[in-house]
């Protein structure tokens, strides 16, 4: 073990507050960052639980919810793309919900084809609710939208655009962010829009490829070919761009990254004169090392060697406490992300601010001089 470690074994609770300033930051900034990333997937819900490989629409979709109709004529030009196995219709458009009691919401119609193996059948059906969807005017919503937002609890029958409607089952994982999701046919939703959706247009054709990888190449040469009146986009490409219009457009990714640069602030400071005292405190130690002939930049290299190990002790008491608030908040309905890229970055941005920190408590060391054993 090297005599920095050991340093800090044997004067752990001269070090305590300095590893718990780190753990403190690292979790505020990876619950800060999961969270955003969990509330913003709900945005991306009717690409990513799709089987499409491929996303066809109108010219710079910025969101899925964002489509405006295109002619139907173009199925022509994506099957006729090679590498694409197979293309279908499917209709996504805002709608007006009347609750059976009274009131209006605005919600989101998902219509799709309801074959076993259709590119746009969302993955959370079972077989019962496909065939129940199959009747005129049947919907599928999320559990969580039935009482609140939509009104379901109440006597009465439920309406959109002023049609009928029934409500022949629910689902889990499908809430929104604004208006509420709701499955239906492709029939069901053509009927549902009426004019706002004319016969030979649809929102998106949906695309499956040789692979996913080769999605990515199709979206460019379509995008090359046609670009002047269609997107075209591979399904994780179109899912990321929808989470990332919603997290510039809303700023919420500024006011949670603020939080989060206050946490890095106030650990990098407590961090900081931890380290700056405990070197001070060994000042007479340094001292004698001086004076047997050690050079100054060993001692400094040791103070650097002690941040880093704080902060790597830091953020490993982190990780666990990170995992344990990640399940708490799944308890209360939030969803915290803490997918790889936000714990290496939580790791890398951490145990930096502990080593800038180490920097700081060099001063320290450039004060220490042998002549100070003789007073």
Known sequence: MSYALQTLWHERQRYASGVLAVTFSAVLIALQCGLLLGLFKITSIPVDN???????????VSSVDLGKPIPVSYVSRV??????????LYIANFANFSKPGGGTELCYLLGSQLDGDSAGLPAMLTADQRNALTMPGAIIVDESDMTKRLGLDQDGKPKING???KVVGTVR????LAAPWVLCSEHTARYLLGFLMPGDHVTYLLAKCE????AWAIAAELRAQYGSDM???AAEEFSQRSRLYWLTRTKAGVAIGYAALLGLIVGSVITAQTLYSATAANAKEFAILLALGVPRWRISLMVMVQSFWVGVVGVALAYPVCLGLRLGARQIGADVDLRWEVQLGTVVVTVGMALVSGVFALRSVRQIEPMSLLR
């Not at 799709?50 to 710079?60: C, I, K, N, P």
């Not at 994982?173 to 929104?176: D, V």
């Not at 692979?211 to 080769?214: C, V």
């Open 173 to 176: 994982g499908l809430k929104s």
């Open 211 to 214: 692979s996913p990888e080769r």
């Open 163 to 165: 049609k009928d409607v």
């Open 79 to 88: 099957a006729g793309t090679p590498g694409v196995k197979s293309v279908e």
């Open 231 to 233: 997107g075209a986009y």
């Open 50 to 60: 799709t089987t499409a490989d491929l996303w066809v629409g109108s010219r710079e």
